[in-house]
């Protein structure tokens, strides 16, 4: 074992057994798929009156394998690409720190995936068959995030690809497996979601700015440099907030879904980490409330919409 090896292990308190399959799920980034179907769901039963837990539980379990399946690709098409090496910050390192064979990780994001197709049947059967193309569709896209020639996480798109998918898609389908119908509101009130699990991404790609410009990528922050990104991400949650802010004041959203508000503190807190920080690892907190924020935002609108409608 190198001393770089054991010094990334320990500064990331990276730890053996268990954790290894842990971090490979990426745990960080699996708020982007339960949040989505928490508030489309949510929204459902507040505005038709409904809620199947079987078709909840199915399409929260579906969410969440495809996310960790994506992240397993990217472990392993980063990896072959020569992106990840031991020292590499924000992956799960499960190929170069902890010597998993590449082709476990890529076969158990196939089988995660399996999964997902199983459950997404279900849904089908229950629901519409036209759920099963926009499934497939979503399916495709997570694949071909890093794999494929030409990867969407290489490009500028990376951001608002995930955001529209994980938000805008998964929260109009959350909706529409329980009430068979969609609305122009359920679209409103995705936008927010998608902009923090678009910031999710952003923020992954400052961290990762220096590492991915040397290897090719073009990502949004690589275009803009680390200063304007910063400035671009939190122009990212100023326009989630007033979009908020906005709903209420029209009556797309409760009044109680004021409470959302309070992760602007964690939001403030990721542009004051980004700001001190200079390398991958000293960006690390700001990577991780980015996350937080969004399951926060996230969680407290969902309450606020189970506990309007108990009201």
Known sequence: ????????????????????????????????????????????????DVFHIGLFIAMLLASLLIQAATNMFNEYYDFVRGLDHEGSVGIGGTIVRD??????????????????????????IVTSWWIAIIGVFSMLIGYLYTAGPYPIAYTPFGEVTSGLLMGTVIIGISYFIQT??????????????????????????????????????????ILLGKEKAVQFLQLM??????????????????????????????????????KAGETPIEMMPAMAATGKTNTIYGLL???????????
């Open 99 to 124: 010597g998993i064979a590449p082709k476990t990780i890529l076969r158990l994001g196939f089988a995660f995936f399996g999964i997902a197709i199983l459950l997404g049947v279900y849904i089908c």
């Open 180 to 221: 068979m119908t969609i609305t122009k509101e359920v679209i409103f009130i995705s936008i927010p979601v998608a902009i923090f699990i678009g910031a999710i991404m952003l923020s992954n790609n400052i961290r990762d700015l220096d590492n991915d410009k040397t290897n090719g990528r073009k990502t949004i922050a």
């Open 237 to 274: 949650f100023t326009v989630a907030y007033i979009l908020t802010i906005s709903y209420i004041g029209f009556g797309i959203l409760p009044l109680l879904a004021v409470i959302s508000l309070f992760s602007v503190i964690k939001a403030q807190q990721v542009i004051k980490a980004f």
């Open 1 to 48: 074992m190198t001393e770089k090896k054991v010094n990334i292990q320990e500064a990331l308190n990276e730890k053996p057994g268990f954790q290894v399959w842990w971090r490979l799920l990426r745990p960080h980034t699996l708020t982007a798929a339960f949040v989505p179907v928490f508030v489309g769901s949510m929204y459902a039963l507040l505005v038709e």
């Open 301 to 311: 609108l969902g309450v606020s919409l189970l506990l309007t409608y108990f009201i």
